[in-house]
């Protein structure tokens, strides 16, 4: 059963840099095709995509937010890491991880239960 | 970027209305195009891939069409458990992705 699960801080300050973990299992980002992407949605807004990162270590970014936005994986430990330079309060939203699967149309067909950060002084 | 637009942006029904949330891409993303159900304090969950292909699992009354811009999704007989909020999702690239704004169908 594949499954990927958040973690992180819940707080952060204005001007801090936030690290996300995304811990995965039953895949590996070994695969063809097989890659992680974080997604945000403030709280009672629509879903925006933030970046994600490819089995073959190929790396994409919103647009908008490149210059803060940085992913990285761990494939020995079924990890991906997404760090965000200066937060704002504007950027407090429910962070999510999910498979992106380049076999089924490039879908985010697995996410993780999300985890929510705050930015606040 | 490729913008994605939504419409209506909330939509009343009952059950056992048919029901079509529409989905419109900034330019042609030929059938690049993926479904989303999220449902309140819940994470997304993945109903159709590449404009029309059914994920394992979803009931039969979800379906999708369409190609190029223009793309829809139908619920044909709306269930109890069919209430939440859509979004569509282009993957065009594969390189840079993007969701409409959703679709809240409310009671």
């Known amino acids: 059963q594949i499954t990927l699960k958040e973690s992180g801080p819940t707080l952060v300050k204005p001007t801090q840099t936030l690290t996300l973990t995304c811990t995965f299992s039953e895949f590996s980002l070994i695969t063809t095709g097989v890659g992680v992407g974080w997604i945000r949605q403030p709280p009672g807004r629509a879903l925006e995509w933030l970046a994600h990162i490819y089995w073959n270590d190929n790396k994409y970014y919103s647009t908008s937010l490149k210059t803060r936005l940085t992913i990285t994986k761990d494939t020995s430990r079924n990890q991906v890491v997404l760090t965000m330079t200066n937060m704002d309060p504007v950027d407090t939203a429910t962070y999510y991880c999910?498979?992106?699967?380049?076999?089924?149309?490039?879908?985010?067909?697995?996410w993780g239960p999300g985890i929510l950060v705050t930015v606040s002084s | 970027d490729i913008q994605m637009t939504q419409s209506p942006y909330s939509l009343s029904a009952s059950v056992g209305d048919r029901v079509t949330i529409t989905c419109r891409a900034s330019?042609?993303?030929?059938?690049?195009l993926n479904w989303y159900q999220q449902k309140q304090g819940k994470a997304p969950k993945l109903l159709i891939s590449a404009a029309s292909s059914l994920q394992s699992g979803v009931p039969s009354r979800f379906s999708g069409s369409g190609s190029g811009t223009d793309f829809t999704l139908t619920i044909s007989s709306l269930q109890p458990e069919d209430f939440a909020t859509y979004y569509c999702q282009q993957s065009y690239h594969s390189l840079t992705y993007s969701f409409g704004q959703g679709t809240k169908l409310e009671i």
């Open positions: 999910a498979r992106l699967n380049g076999n089924n149309h490039y879908s985010f067909d697995y």
């Open positions: 330019q042609s993303i030929s059938s690049n």
